[in-house]
């Protein structure tokens, strides 16, 4: 029996030699081809990238096979490439589409399946339903052309897609101040695809850059995963009071996100980062336009959007939702809570390449180490408190969905309950501008409680009550 694929939050994942085998993605390629010849592009160009994770290049060939056997012009890559250089390609090599072979920031376990459209941003919700349902249930219904006929033929070609990539980033911005800043910075590449690009940026100068984790290793030591969360972070944070550094960037696996840490040593979190983004874009950049942020992220935007008068739109969790967003309102910055951010003149994806460039940018203007661009920060629209905790749970979802439904406590940690939001998981807003979320994993019976405050001491109470809530404490 063939293996079901259902698309998540960014793609489709599962465990390597279970779930995702060749033929799996071979099927899941096939929808995806399929999708494309009914959108009746002008041209048929698709570019296929791949991370470091095990066996991806293989995954990634086969991935490419597919796509030339339904006539497709494939570009793909000649090595391990970051997510957002990827997203780039579709647009330098004016293509119609991107497959992406990334597990993102998953377990060593699993691997996975990206989609790019047109644009270099994630499908739609809708366009996601029709790619799955055009995935044929036999293997006999995919279209193959072996990689050598296909290059032949002219219908694959090896390309390396940083020279455009980074020739767009000179574009946005000047890199030279950063080269000659005399930062010491520490990028911990989580053994992932941003190994390398820091260096290669930012050389040449008086700025020190120093990696950590910049090998090919599938199974990440030091770390569970690579996501740019504690404690796989904690060995660079170590590092930069060990070594006395300005500042620790992080990208996770495939670099699509990014994580921050002070000259401290402390983690600054992806909230936290969100904010202070979005606020290098207002008051060093002077850009004006709308911020997009999932529901999940922080109400701090919603503070600098009232300063500065640019309106804040909310969307459901992933990207899916903030790509679509961001291009019908041109926004000037979209993320979400997990650390992937984008920006206007970009393409409307996460880029953790990007995001390190802008903070270092913004040290350099504002003459500030990451510790005072928080305080800086916080001066402005008051200190936020973020916290999260996964718990697994056992029972019937929809059980404790129904629960948390009829729940409607009037005040969670003593704060008055001030709104619901239940479009996607169940948000409570509270009364000093923070919020509660509970939601449940698509993939595992795993439920999420994220909290924002500006009081700190009531961060644990408010989770502890989401918990609650669910019928997990």
């Given amino acids: 029996m063939s293996v079901e694929i259902k698309f998540g939050t960014d793609g489709w994942r599962a465990g390597i030699a279970q779930d995702y085998t060749f033929d799996s993605v071979r099927r899941c390629t096939q929808g995806f081809a399929s999708y494309l010849k009914l959108s009746k592009h002008k041209n048929n160009r698709v570019v296929v990238g791949y991370d470091m994770r095990f066996l991806s290049e293989h995954f990634a060939r086969t991935a490419a096979e597919v796509l030339a056997g339904n006539g497709f012009e494939v570009f793909l890559t000649e090595g391990p490439t970051p997510t957002p250089v990827i997203s780039y390609s579709v647009i330098s090599e004016n293509a119609i589409g991107a497959v992406n072979i990334t597990a993102s920031h998953n377990p060593p376990t699993d691997n996975g399946f990206k989609v790019r459209d047109q644009n270099g941003g994630a499908v739609p919700p809708e366009g996601l339903k029709q790619i799955e349902s055009l995935i044929p249930a036999d293997i006999s219904d995919v279209k193959v052309l072996d990689a050598e006929n296909a290059k032949k033929r002219g219908l694959l070609t090896y390309f390396d897609a940083a020279p455009k990539y980074i020739k767009h980033l000179e574009d946005l911005i000047d890199l030279q101040p950063l080269k000659d800043a005399g930062f010491k910075v520490l990028v911990d590449a989580m053994w992932g695809n941003g190994a390398g690009w820091f260096p290669r940026?930012?050389?040449?100068?008086?700025?020190?850059?120093?990696?950590?984790?910049?090998?090919?290793?599938?199974?990440?030591?030091?770390?569970?995963?690579?996501?740019?969360?504690?404690?796989?972070?904690d060995v660079g944070l170590q590092e930069v009071t060990k070594r006395k550094f300005d500042v620790l960037l992080i990208n996770d696996g495939d670099a699509d996100r990014f994580g921050l840490g002070d000259e401290k040593g402390n983690f600054i979190n992806q909230l936290q980062v969100f904010a202070l983004l979005a606020y290098y874009m207002l008051e060093v950049r002077?850009?004006?336009?709308?911020?997009?942020?999932?529901?999940?992220?922080?109400?701090?935007?919603?503070?600098?959007?009232?300063?500065y008068s640019v309106p804040v739109y909310e969307t459901g969790v992933g990207f899916k939702f903030v790509a679509p967003k961001m291009l019908e309102t041109d926004a000037m910055i979209g993320g979400e809570e997990s650390g992937g951010f984008a920006f206007r003149g970009n393409v409307p994806e996460r880029d953790g390449i990007l995001a390190g460039l802008y903070l270092l940018d913004m040290m350099v203007k504002l003459n500030k180490k990451p510790s005072e661009l928080l305080e800086l920060l916080f001066s402005k629209i008051g200190p936020?408190?973020?916290?999260?905790?996964?718990?697994?749970?056992?029972?019937?979802?929809?059980?404790?969905?129904?629960?948390?439904?009829s729940a409607k406590p009037e005040k969670i940690a003593g704060l008055k309950v001030t709104g619901f939001n239940f479009e996607d998981g169940y948000k409570f807003s509270l009364e000093d501008g923070g919020w509660l979320l509970i939601r449940f994993s698509g993939t595992e019976p795993l439920i999420r409680v994220y909290c924002e405050t500006t009081h700190k001491d009531k961060v644990q109470e408010i989770l502890k009550s989401g918990l609650k809530i669910a019928g997990i404490e």
């Fill in 286 to 307: 002077k850009e004006r336009g709308a911020i997009v942020k999932t529901l999940s992220t922080t109400s701090m935007l919603e503070k600098l959007g009232k300063i």
């Fill in 201 to 233: 940026l930012l050389s040449g100068g008086k700025t020190i850059i120093e990696e950590i984790h910049n090998q090919r290793n599938p199974i990440f030591p030091e770390m569970n995963r690579p996501e740019p969360i504690s404690p796989n972070i």
């Fill in 384 to 405: 936020h408190y973020y916290d999260r905790v996964d718990n697994r749970f056992v029972g019937d979802q929809k059980e404790k969905e129904n629960r948390i439904i």
